[in-house]
């Protein structure tokens, strides 16, 4: 099974009832208002941390209202990021959403070496774009936590992603390990990555999963291109997820989907104790909201 838009997810997500999830640094229009959909769609009841007085005049401002919510006040952005992480930790919010605070400081917060929400795993991002003209969701991880992962770092962040698309009911994912080119070359350390993830995949390490790379980006999502280069690829074009080098090529490839594509794109933490919404700053309502609504969805996997 495919996901052909954001509004399949959204379908799935409404049958699972409402979480409660705590907002870090709240005090955001665009944030306020992806909460004020995902509470209408009936997906959350939000608890908000920030300074209250610019909260409830925003809210007021776009019609939100504060009848269900909580409001945690707290001016500083980084006490507020604790107090975020703290509701999660102390049961009062089901997850937890970045507002309008830096990403590493935010991360921080959540990896804290006492009540933090760590677990055994690796914590990893992960993101879906729907891309017009494209007829299904693709995937990219991790553009946005681990900087410069290793071979077993990168095997990590393969088995959150592959895990999270299976509890979301694909039962076969397609991934290239995303690379320059398609020789193995050792002066190009990630195609010798991407090779041992590939034999690691032929092994069957990661089940329910074709795991393929080194590729470049067309023959990852072009059958034609893969003809044109004489390639042969289990996978011929029809990528789900990339497995991306590094945070500069997985920011970047987003990025251009978004710029040059006009794709929405959607960002959580995968690994964590609870789903963590992780979107930009500079994202659009629309895609915090399909955020909100990747996070709800993974309750329980
Ligand atoms: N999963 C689990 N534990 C981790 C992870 C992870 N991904 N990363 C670090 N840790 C643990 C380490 O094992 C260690 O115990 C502790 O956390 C501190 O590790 P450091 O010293 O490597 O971590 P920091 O605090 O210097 O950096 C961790 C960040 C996640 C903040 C850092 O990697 C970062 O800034 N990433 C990029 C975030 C970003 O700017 N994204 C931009 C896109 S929106």
């Known amino acids: 099974m495919r996901f ?22 709240a005090a955001d229009k665009e944030v306020l208002e992806a909460i004020k959909i995902a509470e209408k769609e009936g997906l959350i009841t939000p608890v908000l941390v920030g300074d209250s007085e610019q909260i409830k005049r925003l809210a007021q401002e776009i019609g939100l209202s504060l009848d269900g919510a909580e409001l945690i006040h707290e001016l500083d952005p980084e006490v507020a990021v604790h107090k975020a992480v703290d509701a999660v930790v102390d049961g009062q919010a089901h997850f937890l959403m970045k507002g309008q605070i830096n990403s590493s400081d935010f991360l921080r917060a959540v990896l ?28 990219v991880t991790d553009g946005g936590m681990n900087i410069a992962p290793n071979l077993a770092q990168k095997k990590e962040i393969l088995a959150n992603g592959i895990l999270y698309l299976q509890g979301i ?30 034999k690691m995949s032929q092994a069957g390490e ?96």
């Not at 006492?114 to 494209?134: I, K």
């Not at 500079?282 to 895609?287: G, L």
């Open 169 to 198: 009911g694909m039962e076969s994912v397609n991934v290239i390990v995303l690379a320059a080119n398609e020789v193995v070359n050792e002066k190009m350390p990630v195609t010798l990555d991407a090779q041992a993830l590939t």
């Open 4 to 25: 052909s838009g954001f509004e399949s997810l959204l379908d799935k997500a409404k049958g699972l009832g409402r979480a409660k999830v705590a907002v870090a640094v």
């Open 112 to 139: 804290r070496p006492v009540r933090g929400l760590r677990t055994d795993r690796l914590l990893s991002h992960f993101s879906a774009f729907q891309v017009p003209e494209f007829s299904r969701l693709l995937f």
């Open 206 to 301: 990661f089940p329910g999963a074709i795991v393929e790379g080194p590729l470049a980006l067309d023959g990852a999502v072009s059958a034609v291109a893969l003809k044109h280069k004489g390639i042969v690829s289990r996978i011929n074009g029809d990528v789900d997820l990339f497995l991306v080098p590094t945070i500069e090529v997985g920011n970047v490839l987003g990025k251009s989907m978004v710029y040059f594509a006009g794709a929405t794109m959607a960002g959580i933490v995968l690994g964590a104790q609870v789903p963590i919404v992780m979107t930009s700053r500079n994202d659009t309502s629309r895609s915090k909201f399909m955020a909100l609504t990747m996070a709800a969805l993974s309750r329980g996997l």
